[in-house]
Nanobody, 115 residues
Framework: QVQLMESGGGLVQPGGSLKLSCAASGFTFSSYAMSWYRQAPGKERELVAWISSDGRSTNSAHSVKGRFTISRDNAKNTVILQMNSLKPEDTAVYYC????????WGQGTQVTVSS
């Protein structure tokens, strides 16, 4: 069955870094665009970063440009979100998403940025 398993979340101080990973299985990973979304308490889920199926194109939200980098390894069925210079407002549950003709979601991983 389809699985998207996020990992790498945790508690980090402002200015710190975290690397989120999403391991995919149960579908043809290399045919799907992949994204990271986040949802903070009391807020709507928002798109953080997107990468094309072949990894040649990426885009990210204005709020994270220059700080977050999305990448993928189609040989390992994995998508990565490298997060640097973290701010308290980055605190949220981060979700992995796969989309082509349908959309799949992971369960999410908590990221907390606090001193």
């Amino acid at each position: 069955q389809v699985q998207l398993m996020e990992s790498g979340g945790g508690l980090v101080q402002p200015g710190g870094s975290l690397k989120l990973s999403c391991a995919a299985s149960g579908f043809t990973f290399s045919s799907y665009a992949m994204s990271w979304y986040r949802q903070a308490p009391g807020k709507e889920r928002e798109l953080v970063a997107w990468i094309s199926s072949d990894g040649r194109s990426t885009n990210s939200a204005h709020s994270v440009k220059g700080r977050f980098t999305i990448s993928r390894d189609n040989a390992k069925n994995t998508v990565i979100l490298q997060m640097n210079s973290l701010k308290p407002e980055d605190t949220a549950v981060y979700y992995c998403n796969a989309v082509r003709y349908t959309s799949y979601w992971g369960q999410g991983t908590q990221v907390t940025v606090s001193s």
